[in-house]
C-alpha cells in the first residue's frame, strides 16, 4: 500500500482513524523524510527533528479525524508537524525570544540585495541550507521558516508565536542578515563570492 492513488490515500486515512497500525506505519513510512526535512527546519538538530517528528505524527494520528479529504493529505500532515514545532517553540519561549544576536546586527544588508543573495542561495545544496538556518536563533529560524518556506504572512506568524507585527519583521530582517554572514563566514572562501 502506497499513497500513490486516491483510492490508496482514502484507505490509509479510513485505517489511521481507526488505529490500524499497518496503515499508520505505510503513511509514516512514505512521509518520514519530507516531514522530517521540515521539523528539521525548526530545530537545532537531529534529535529534536526526530523528536519533533515523531511527536507530530502523534497528533497527525490523534487529529486524522478531522482530515476532510478536500485538499492534499501530505499538506495536511504537514500543517499538523509545523504546528507542533510552533507549539514546542512556543513552551521554549524564553530561550525562543533571547535577543543574545542582536549586537550581530548592526549593519542589515539593503533589501535590493535579497534577489541576488537568494539567486545564490538557491545554487547551494539543499543541506547547506539546512545546515546555516539551524545555526540561527530559535526565534529567527522560526520567522524565517513561517515566512520564507511556509509562505504565512507577517500577521499570521506574530499569532502563531505570540509575538508583534514589527517582532515578526525584525526577526525575519536579522535572519535574513545573519544567514548572509553565515553563508560569507563559511562559503564564500570555498567559491570565492559573497551574497
Not at 92 to 103: A, Q, V
Not at 127 to 148: D, G, H, T
Not at 153 to 176: D, F, Q, T, V
Amino acid at each position: 500500500m502506497d499513497l500513490n492513488s486516491w483510492d490508496n490515500v482514502k484507505e490509509i486515512v479510513d485505517g489511521c482513524i481507526k488505529g490500524d497500525t499497518q496503515c499508520q506505519r505505510v503513511l509514516y513510512e512514505n512521509l518520514y523524510r519530507k516531514m522530517l526535512g521540515v521539523c528539521m527546519r525548526y530545530s537545532s538538530c537531529t534529535e529534536e527533528a526526530e523528536d519533533l517528528l515523531h511527536d507530530g505524527f502523534i497528533k497527525v494520528f490523534e487529529k486524522m479525524k478531522y482530515y476532510k479529504h478536500s485538499g492534499s493529505l501530505e499538506g495536511w500532515i504537514r500543517r499538523v508537524i509545523v504546528n507542533n514545532a510552533i507549539d514546542y517553540l512556543r513552551k521554549r519561549k524564553h530561550e525562543f525570544l533571547s535577543r543574545e544576536d542582536d549586537n550581530v546586527f548592526e549593519n542589515i544588508i539593503d533589501d535590493e540585495d535579497d534577489n541576488i543573495s537568494e539567486m545564490k542561495i538557491a545554487n547551494m545544496q539543499a543541506e547547506r541550507i539546512l545546515e546555516l538556518i539551524q545555526k540561527l536563533s530559535p526565534s529567527y529560524r522560526a520567522v524565517f521558516n513561517l515566512y520564507v518556506i511556509e509562505n504565512y504572512s507577517h500577521k499570521e506568524i506574530s499569532e502563531m508565536l505570540g509575538i508583534s507585527i514589527g517582532s515578526s519583521k525584525s526577526n525575519l530582517s536579522k535572519a535574513k542578515a545573519k544567514l548572509r554572514i553565515l553563508y560569507n563566514e563559511e562559503y564564500s572562501n570555498n567559491h570565492n563570492e559573497t551574497i
